[in-house]
C-alpha cells in the first residue's frame, strides 16, 4: 500500500524512490512485522489469560509438560494479525499472488481457530472434528490449486532440486499434488508446535529461504544467471515471507522456554499454508521438503509411529513427535528446540546451495 | 545502576530464565542485523 501511496510522489521528493525497492520493502515488512507482533503481544496475553484460553496438557505426555497447563494459547492470532498489516503496507498490493497468499494464510487461520475453539470450549460439537478439518484444508488447497493450473502463462513442470534438465510435467496432476503440498506442510508445521520456540523457529528460517528464493525467482536478471524459471510478479511473496519472519521473531520473544503464550492451531496451520503457498508459486515445490526438513521430520516420526505400533505392535520412538522422544531420552526442552533449530538453519542453507548446485 | 553487571546477569537477577535471557538477546541481534543490511538501501 505504502509502495502505491508513496512511490507515485517521488518525482517530487526523490527520497521516496527507496519505495520501488523490493529489497528495502522486505526488510521493513519484516521490522514493521515484529513490532506489531512484539507491541500487541503483551496485551493479547492479558486478555487471554483474563479469559482463561488456557492449552490442555495431553496426560500422556511428558509429565515435565503438565506445568504448562493453563498457559495462554491462540497467541497464532498475533501473528496473522502481524504478517497480514505488514504485508498490505509493505508489498504491492496490485499484485495477485500476495492475495493469493494473503487468502489462503487467512482460510487456513479460520480453521485453525475453529479448532482451537473446540478445544477450548471442550464442546466438540461447536468445532470442527478431524475429519472436517482435513476436508477443510483440502477444499481450501484445491482453490489454490485450480487457481494455478488454469493460470495463463503458469507451468505445471516440477523444479527438481539439484538437476536442470530433470523438469518433469505433472499435467493435471498439479491439482493434487499442489494440495498434498499445502495441506502436508499446514499439518507437519502443526505437528511440530510440542515445544516452547520449537515451530516458530524452523517457520522464521523457512520464511528467510524463501524469501530468498522468492527475490531471485521474481528477478529475470537472477532467474535467468542461475537457470531457474521466472515467474513474473513472484518477487513480491519475498515480501509477504519477510513479513512471516519478523512476526514470528517478535512472538518468539514471548513463546520462548519457558513460554507466556501457544501459537495454537490458529498459527500453525496457517503459517504451514503459507509456506506451502509459496513454494508452489515460486515453483520451488520439492525444495520445501528440504527448507522445512524439521516439519518433514516430525511428521514422517509420527507416520514411522504409527505404522509400527499398528503392523507389529512396537513403537520406534519412546513417544512421538520425535522432539517428545528426545525429551523422554532426558535432553532438557531447551536443548531439543535449539538442536532442531540448528538442523533447520543447516537444512536452509543446504536448500539454497540447490539455487546454484543444478 | 544494575543488580549485577554484564546486563544479562541483571535479567537473571530479576527472575528471566537464563534461556529466555539468551532467546531475547539473539532475537535483539537478528533485529540489529536486519537494521544493518537496511543501511546498504538507505543512504
Same mark, same amino acid.
Given at each position: ?5 508513496? +512511490? ?13 525497492y ?13 513490532l ?6 503483551p ?7 483474563a479469559?482463561k ?16 497447563e #493453563?498457559?495462554p494459547?491462540m497467541? *497464532?492470532?498475533?501473528i496473522?494479525?502481524a504478517?497480514?498489516l505488514?504485508t498490505?503496507?509493505?508489498?504491492d ?5 500476495v492475495?493469493?497468499?494473503?487468502g489462503?494464510t ?5 480453521? *485453525?481457530f475453529?479448532d482451537?475453539y473446540?478445544?477450548f470450549?471442550g464442546?466438540?460439537?461447536r468445532g ?9 484444508q483440502?477444499l481450501?488447497?484445491?482453490a ?8 495463463p502463462g ?8 539439484f538437476?536442470?534438465?530433470f ?6 496432476? +498439479? ?5 498434498l ?8 508445521v ?6 516452547? #520456540?520449537l515451530?516458530?523457529?524452523?517457520i522464521m528460517i523457512?520464511a528467510?529461504? +524463501? ?5 531471485v525467482?521474481?528477478?529475470? %536478471? ?10 513474473? *510478479?513472484?518477487?513480491e ?8 519472519f ?10 520462548? +522456554?519457558?513460554a ?11 503459517? *504451514? ?14 525444495l ?8 518433514v ?6 507416520i ?6 499398528k ?8 513417544m512421538a513427535? %520425535?522432539?517428545?522422544h528426545?525429551e ?10 535449539v ?20 | ?26 532475537i ?16
Amino acid at each position: 500500500m505504502l509502495y502505491l501511496l508513496l +512511490y507515485p510522489l517521488h518525482t517530487e521528493f526523490a527520497a521516496l524512490n527507496v519505495f520501488r525497492y523490493l529489497s528495502f520493502r522486505l526488510i521493513y515488512a519484516a521490522i514493521t512485522a515484529f513490532l506489531i507482533a512484539f507491541v500487541l503481544a503483551p496485551p493479547l496475553i492479558r486478555r487471554l489469560q483474563a479469559i482463561k484460553v488456557g492449552q490442555h496438557i495431553r496426560e500422556d505426555g511428558p509429565s515435565s509438560h503438565l506445568s504448562k497447563e #493453563g498457559t495462554p494459547t491462540m497467541g *497464532g492470532m498475533l501473528i496473522l494479525f502481524a504478517v497480514m498489516l505488514a504485508t498490505v503496507l509493505w508489498a504491492d498490493i496490485t499484485n495477485p499472488y500476495v492475495w493469493l497468499a494473503l487468502g489462503a494464510t487467512f482460510g487456513y487461520g479460520m480453521i *485453525g481457530f475453529a479448532d482451537d475453539y473446540r478445544k477450548f470450549t471442550g464442546n466438540k460439537s461447536r468445532g470442527l472434528t478431524a475429519g472436517q478439518k482435513i476436508v477443510a484444508q483440502g477444499l481450501l488447497a484445491l482453490a489454490i490449486g485450480l487457481f494455478f493450473y488454469y493460470l495463463p502463462g503458469y507451468s505445471t513442470k516440477l523444479n527438481v532440486p539439484f538437476f536442470k534438465n530433470f523438469t518433469p510435467d505433472l499435467g493435471l496432476f +498439479y491439482i493434487p499434488f499442489a494440495v498434498l503440498v499445502i495441506v502436508g506442510s499446514s499439518n507437519a508445521v502443526n505437528l511440530t508446535d510440542g515445544l516452547d #520456540g520449537l515451530a516458530v523457529g524452523p517457520i522464521m528460517i523457512a520464511a528467510l529461504a +524463501y524469501t530468498i528464493v522468492a527475490y531471485v525467482v521474481g528477478n529475470k %536478471i537472477m532467474s535467468d544467471y542461475l537457470l531457474i524459471p521466472h515467474i513474473e *510478479g513472484a518477487g513480491e511473496l519475498a515480501v509477504f515471507t519477510a513479513a512471516i519472519f519478523g512476526a514470528s521473531l517478535g512472538f518468539l520473544w514471548f513463546n520462548t +522456554y519457558p513460554a507466556t503464550v501457544f501459537m495454537g492451531d490458529v498459527g500453525s496451520l496457517p503459517l *504451514g499454508a503459507a509456506l506451502g503457498t509459496v513454494a508452489v508459486v515460486s515453483k520451488h515445490e520439492l525444495l520445501l521438503l528440504l527448507v522445512g526438513g524439521v516439519f518433514v521430520i516430525e511428521a514422517i516420526s509420527v507416520i514411522f509411529q504409527v505404522a509400527s505400533f499398528k503392523s507389529r505392535g512396537k513403537r520406534i520412538f519412546l513417544m512421538a513427535p %520425535i522432539h517428545h522422544h528426545f525429551e523422554m531420552k532426558g535432553w532438557e526442552e531447551p536443548k531439543v528446540v535449539v538442536r532442531l533449530w540448528i538442523i533447520a538453519i543447516l537444512l536452509a542453507l543446504l536448500s539454497l546451495s540447490t539455487l546454484k548446485l543444478r | 545502576m544494575e543488580m549485577m553487571a554484564i546486563r544479562l546477569k541483571h535479567f537473571e537477577m530479576k527472575g528471566w530464565e537464563e534461556s529466555e535471557v539468551v532467546a531475547c538477546l539473539r532475537i535483539i541481534a537478528i533485529l540489529l542485523a536486519s537494521l544493518s543490511i537496511s543501511t546498504f538501501k538507505l543512504r
